[in-house]
C-alpha cells in the first residue's frame, strides 16, 4: 500500500509531434516540422527543374531546326536567297525570332524556388543548432561508449529497421572533427578526423580532400601528447602535399622534439627511465575526454547504460506487483490500479496504464505550438536560463484549458492523496538530439520548497532516469506513473533523490512534470522529526 503523503510523481509516454521556438536541436518535435519544410523545398526544387528542362527543350528544338536549315542554306547561299520567301524568313529570324529566343534563355525560372527559400529560410537551423546537434551525437558516443563506425553506419542499439537511415559523409565526419577541435577537444577531435580518414581510404568520395583531414588530425594528435604519432601523420601530409607550409614547420618540430627526447632518454639511468615511463603510462591514461565538472558523471553515464545498478537479490525479493486501491479511495476500490515496487530507498512506485493514447494525443496536441526552450535556476543571477545540461524544450498547461488536463491533475491528487491546488501547473518537455537533464535535485528554496515530477515516455533506446546517489535507474513506459518522495516527512531534503534524465540514443521522449509544494499539505502529511518515516 502506497502511504499518503508528498511524492515525486513521473508518468511516461512517447508521441511525436512537432513546435515552434528555435533550439531545434533541443526537441526532437519540433525537428519533425523542418522534414515537411524540406519536403516542400524538394517540390519546389523539382518545379524549378522542371521549368528549366521545359526552357532548354524548347532551346535544342529551335537550334536542331536552324542547323538543318542552316546546312542547307550554305550549301548554295545565293541560289537559297534567290527565293523571296526565305529571303523574307530570314530577315524575320534575325530581327525578331533570335531576340525572342535570347529572352527565352535570359528568362529566370528560379524566381518561384528562390521565393520559397527565403520565405522558408527564416525557419531553418542555424549554426547554433548544428553545433548543438554535433556535441549532442559526441554526448551520445560518451555516454553509451558508441565507436565512431557504429555512429556512422547509423546500426545504433534500438534503431527501428524499418526507419531509413543515411550513413554519415567524410563530409558529416569532418565536421564533427571541427566543432570539437573549435572547442579544443582533441580528444574527439582525433576519432572523427579518423573516421573521415578511414571512410576516405575506403574509396567514398568527398569535397573534403585528404590533406586537411591529415592536417587536423596530426594536431589534434600532438596536443594529446603523442609525437610519434602526430609525425607519422604528418609525413603522411607531406608525401600528397610537400609545399604545405604548417606541415613543414610542424615536421621540424616534431623531429627536433622526439630527437631531444631520445637525447634524454639515452643519458639517463635506471631510475630516470622507469619514472620516464611512468610518466608515459599517466600520459596515456589521462588521454580521452576532456576534465569534467560533474563530479559523478562516471556513476551516471553507467546507470545511463544500465551497469552499475546497486539493487542486491535480498532487497530485490522484497520488491512485488500487486493492485492497489490506494488506501481504499473510492475509485480505485471498484477498479484498482497496477503497482509495481521499482526501489527501496527511497521509495519508488510505478503505476502502469494511468495514462491513456488519447490523453496523451491531448496533452501533446495542447503543448506543441508553446514548446520553448527548458531553463533552468542560475544561482548567481536568480533567473532562469537555458543550459547545456537540459537540452529540451517545454510547456506550461492549466487544468482549465481542457478537461484532460483537469482530469491528470486530479488522478495525481487522488493516487498522491496530496492537495494539488497549491501545485505547479502541468509541464510538458519534448527531448532533442541527445536530449538529457544532468543530475540535480527538484527541491530547494530556490525553485520549489516540495516537487513531484510527471514524465511521458516510451523511448527504444535510452532516456532513462537515474538516481546516482543510490544507483538507481528507471526506465521510460508508455502510458505509467512513477512516484517518490523528494522531502522527508521532517521537511527536510531526501539527498539520496538526486536524479537525472539520461540522453535519448534513438527515439523521441515526450516528459510531463507536475511540482507539488509542500504549503498545503498540512493535514494530508504530517511533519514529523524523524527522517526514517
Not at 552499475?308 to 480505485?332: A, E, V, W
Not at 495542447?366 to 533552468?376: F, G, I, S, Y
Not at 482549465?400 to 518537455?429: C, F, S, W
Request: proline share 4%; with cysteine.
Amino acid at each position: 500500500m502506497v502511504p499518503r503523503g508528498v511524492w515525486c510523481v513521473l508518468l511516461t509516454c512517447l508521441f511525436y509531434t512537432s513546435s515552434a521556438d528555435k533550439d531545434f536541436f533541443t526537441s526532437i518535435g519540433q525537428m519533425t516540422d523542418l522534414l515537411y519544410t524540406e519536403k516542400d523545398l524538394v517540390t519546389s526544387l523539382k518545379d524549378y527543374i522542371r521549368a528549366e528542362e521545359s526552357k532548354l527543350e524548347q532551346v535544342k528544338t529551335w537550334a536542331q531546326k536552324l542547323d538543318v536549315l542552316s546546312a542547307t542554306a550554305t550549301q548554295d547561299p545565293e541560289g537559297f536567297l534567290g527565293h523571296p520567301v526565305n529571303a523574307f524568313k530570314l530577315m524575320k529570324r534575325l530581327n525578331t525570332e533570335w531576340g525572342e529566343l535570347e529572352s527565352l534563355v535570359l528568362k529566370d525560372m528560379s524566381d518561384g524556388f528562390i521565393s520559397n527559400l527565403t520565405i522558408q529560410r527564416q525557419h531553418f537551423p542555424n549554426d547554433d543548432d548544428q553545433t548543438g546537434a554535433a556535441k549532442a551525437l559526441m554526448r551520445l558516443q560518451d555516454t553509451y561508449r558508441l565507436d565512431t563506425q557504429t555512429i556512422s553506419t547509423g546500426e545504433l542499439p534500438g534503431t527501428n529497421t524499418d526507419v531509413t537511415m543515411s550513413p554519415m559523409t567524410v563530409e558529416d565526419c569532418f565536421e564533427l572533427g571541427k566543432i570539437a577541435y573549435s572547442d579544443a577537444d582533441y580528444y574527439h577531435t582525433e576519432l572523427w578526423m579518423e573516421q573521415a580518414l578511414k571512410q576516405l581510404d575506403g574509396g567514398e568520395e568527398s569535397t573534403v580532400d585528404m590533406v586537411t583531414i591529415l592536417d587536423y588530425l596530426s594536431y589534434s594528435i600532438y596536443q594529446q601528447g603523442e609525437l610519434e604519432r602526430a609525425l607519422d601523420y604528418t609525413k603522411r601530409l607531406l608525401k600528397l602535399d610537400s609545399a604545405h607550409q604548417r606541415a613543414n614547420g610542424n615536421l621540424k618540430y616534431f623531429e627536433y622534439q622526439l630527437a631531444k627526447q631520445k637525447k634524454v632518454e639515452a643519458e639517463e639511468g635506471l631510475k630516470e627511465k622507469e619514472e620516464r615511463e611512468r610518466e608515459k603510462r599517466e600520459v596515456s591514461e589521462k588521454k580521452g575526454r576532456p576534465a569534467d565538472y560533474l563530479p559523478e558523471r562516471r556513476k551516471y553515464e553507467q546507470l545511463c547504460r544500465g551497469e552499475g545498478i546497486k539493487m542486491t537479490p535480498r532487497r530485490q525479493s522484497r520488491m512485488f506487483c500487486r493492485y492497489s486501491d490506494n488506501n481504499r479511495h473510492p475509485l480505485y476500490m471498484l477498479g484498482p490500479v497496477k503497482q509495481e515496487d521499482e526501489w527501496d530507498r527511497p521509495r519508488i512506485i510505478r503505476y502502469h496504464d494511468i495514462l491513456s493514447n488519447s490523453e496523451i494525443e491531448k496533452v501533446k496536441e495542447l503543448a506543441k505550438p508553446r514548446l520553448r526552450r527548458a531553463t533552468v535556476h542560475d544561482p548567481q543571477t536568480g533567473k532562469l536560463t537555458t543550459a547545456h545540461y537540459r537540452v529540451s524544450k517545454s510547456a506550461w498547461l492549466t487544468a482549465y484549458e481542457d478537461p484532460v488536463v483537469d482530469k491528470i491533475n486530479q488522478r495525481i491528487e487522488d493516487i498522491t492523496g496530496l492537495n494539488v491546488k497549491t501545485a505547479e501547473e502541468l509541464q510538458v518537455a519534448n527531448y532533442g538530439v541527445g536530449g538529457q537533464y544532468e543530475p540535480h535535485f527538484d527541491f530547494g528554496p530556490f525553485v520549489f520548497t516540495l516537487s513531484s515530477l510527471l514524465q511521458m515516455s516510451d523511448v527504444p533506446s535510452g532516456g532513462a532516469t537515474v538516481f546516482t546517489d543510490v544507483g538507481a535507474a528507471v526506465w521510460p513506459k508508455k502510458g505509467s506513473a512513477v512516484f517518490w518522495y523528494n522531502l522527508f516527512a521532517s521537511g527536510e531534503g531526501d539527498y539520496s533523490t538526486r536524479h537525472a534524465a539520461c540522453p535519448v540514443l534513438v527515439g523521441n521522449k515526450w516528459v510531463s512534470n507536475k511540482w507539488i509544494h509542500e504549503r498545503g499539505q498540512e493535514f494530508r502529511r504530517r511533519c514529523t522529526l524523524d527522517e526514517s518515516d
